[in-house]
């Protein structure tokens, strides 16, 4: 007895629609500014309008409903009715439009469904979700720990800048293109649908904004025009000695996405960006979580035939093969994740973080390092210790927002082998802001960052942008450390609008660098103590701070952050292991919003 999902009951439909429906239409809200306000969208399913609230039931009932939906489900044809009644409860609740509702729930039915069927989520399980600790343990993501070798940590030396003159990598970071082929310049940019500017959002009606041609600043993805500025402009900011792509090629049109259709837009923008860099400039991408179909769907290895993701890693591997060697290719159509030595001394990993993510419904099966991903680290790490090499990490979401276990076992594993895991990389969240790393032993004793770099697309509110990284170059002693780093925009207010004829669009805008790093918060290099002190004067000097959160949003924010804001951002910084986020949240009785509210900003 181990199925678990909607009945066709109003309260159960609730209770499903809230866990794993909300995320696809309430889940990417960065440009929000303060905390009060990210704690309403995680109140949503709170308010008394909704007319049901799980912790009005009692503990009882909800086992008996479980208890039935176990039977219930072993049925197809109760199957249809569950997937009816998911639907019906999105509309009630207004999650979304209509059709939206329908097709969404449509896209989603048959994979979530089975996913659930498979889970070990027991009824006093699902109920101490639902209603609360009295009822049971909700342990479905149970602590795990990966086995790290028997081998000492080396002697940790702190780094030092490297000599005036020496050799330095200059790298193109791209992240969150989120291409949208049904974009329309002059559409309506406030729609009802959870993304607008489209062919479908119809024209703007009075008093209401339109979509400009280079992009909008409202919750609207990028036009392919747009997409192949930034390379043209990118190829005019070269040489470039590698890039780091890190994943999510297509819009957030997550309701009515096709395997087709995500295919062919990964072949579009990988040929793009190979078109215009060209066969002498390798890129080394990473898997983001809109790649799949249904969104955030990503099954383990153990899960076979059609319902793998083998029609996506193939896929990958042909349109990546003439960046990857053919060892890479193979563990990339295994799990999405790989290893490849970039120069002599520094190996790169490209790890696959939708197997970190509550919002992939496959972990509910199994969420113990699944495809076996941390272990397989460790390896490739202890290797690289062993050769002095120091290694790269890739990926797109944060570890700072993965689950609890596999957050905690991450930062395990690169405090033990700090010495060798050289720089993080990732991206997810839209915006330009990083996460810290300290000493397990005294969480003081900064050791590492993960940068976060800011999206291509303007989803939500933000301006089109890119990253540039300078890191300790190729020599011998080399640190391969973050130097620094700069971020480039495309402005949507000057673009849009000529200054020789303001109704009309500028032909070939010009992307322009919106800070460097060092310059900006006046550091000589980006070392992880760099970021402690950078921490410590955010506390200090608020100027300082709200020239970050203007920086964070790409240039584009309408108010500073102040107070409970800068607190959970502060907190959201600090924490590159989930439950420091966690105790960070205790600490400052914000009862739990605070988590709530980083989670959502998964895009």
Not at 96 to 110: G, H, K, N, W
Not at 499 to 513: D, S, V
């Amino acid at each position: 007895m181990r199925v678990h999902t909607s009945l066709p009951s109003f309260g159960l439909i609730t209770c499903c629609t809230l866990l794993f429906m909300w995320p696809l239409f309430g889940s990417c809200h960065p440009a929000r500014s303060s905390g009060q306000s990210r704690r309403v969208l995680m109140e949503q399913f709170d308010r008394p309008g909704l007319g049901f609230n799980w912790r009005n039931a009692t503990c009882p009932l909800c086992k008996a409903i479980f208890t039935i939906l176990d039977i219930a489900l072993l049925s197809n044809t109760n199957e249809e009715r569950v997937a009816h009644a998911v639907g019906e409860a999105c509309v009630r609740l207004h999650l979304a439009d209509e059709q939206v509702c329908r097709e969404i729930t449509e896209l989603f039915r048959d994979d979530f469904i089975r996913a659930l069927q498979e889970s070990l989520l027991w009824p006093t399980e699902a109920c101490a979700l639902l209603v609360g600790p009295s009822c049971g343990k909700f342990d479905v993501y149970a602590s795990w720990n990966i086995t790290l070798p028997n081998i000492p940590k080396p002697p940790v030396r702190p780094p030092s800048p490297p000599k005036p003159g020496s050799p330095q990598n200059r790298i193109l970071f791209l992240t969150d293109i989120h291409w949208d082929k049904d974009y329309e310049a002059g559409s309506s940019a406030d729609c009802k649908d959870p993304l607008c500017c489209r062919k479908q959002s119809g024209s703007p009606s009075w008093r209401r904004r339109e979509a400009g041609y280079w992009g909008t600043y409202s919750k609207c993805d990028l036009p392919l025009w747009t997409v192949e500025n930034l390379m043209e402009n990118a190829v005019r900011e070269g040489p470039w000695d590698w890039v780091y792509w890190t994943g999510d090629i297509p819009a957030h049109n997550v309701w009515s996405q096709t395997r087709k259709q995500q295919l062919s837009e990964l072949t579009v923008i990988s040929r793009l960006i190979d078109k215009h860099l060209g066969p002498n400039v390798t890129v080394y991408p990473a898997v983001g979580n809109h790649e799949s179909t249904p969104v955030n769907s990503f099954p383990p290895p153990f899960v076979h035939g059609n319902r793998s993701s083998a029609w996506l890693y193939d896929t990958m591997a042909e349109e990546w093969a003439h960046w990857l060697p053919e060892q890479a290719l193979k563990t990339l159509r295994y799990g999405g994740f790989y290893t490849v030595e970039i120069q002599p001394g520094l190996r790169l990993v490209s790890l696959n973080m939708n197997f970190c993510a509550r919002e992939n419904f496959w972990l509910m099966v199994n969420s113990t390092d699944p495809a076996n991903q941390l272990q397989w680290l460790v390896h490739i790490l202890q290797a690289s210790e062993d050769k002095g090499e120091k290694v790269h990490i890739i990926g797109h979401i944060p570890p700072g927002l993965c689950l609890g276990s596999w957050s905690w076992n991450y930062y395990h594993i690169v405090n033990r082998y700090e010495s060798t895991v050289s720089g993080q990389f990732f991206g997810h969240t839209h915006l330009d802001e990083f996460q810290m790393f300290y000493d397990e032993a005294t969480m003081t004793r900064p050791l590492g960052v993960a940068f976060i770099a800011p999206s291509v697309t303007t989803y939500v509110n933000l301006n089109p942008g890119y990253r540039v990284y300078y890191i300790d170059g190729n020599y011998q002693g080399s640190s391969r450390l973050v130097l620094d780093h700069e971020t480039y925009i495309l402005n949507l207010t000057e673009a849009n609008h000529s200054p020789a004829a303001p109704q009309n669009p500028e032909q070939n805008p010009k992307w322009t660098l919106l800070y460097r790093a060092t310059e900006a918060y006046g550091l000589t290099t980006l070392f992880p103590a760099d970021f402690d002190a950078l921490m410590r004067t955010f506390v200090n000097d608020d100027r300082i701070f709200q020239k970050f959160w203007y920086l964070r949003h790409k240039g584009h924010v309408s108010e500073p952050c102040k107070e409970t804001c800068k607190t959970t951002t502060l907190c959201f910084l600090h924490s590159g292991r989930y439950d420091e986020l966690e105790q960070c949240d205790l600490l400052g009785g914000f009862g739990g919003n605070l988590v709530r509210a980083a989670r959502k900003t998964l895009c």
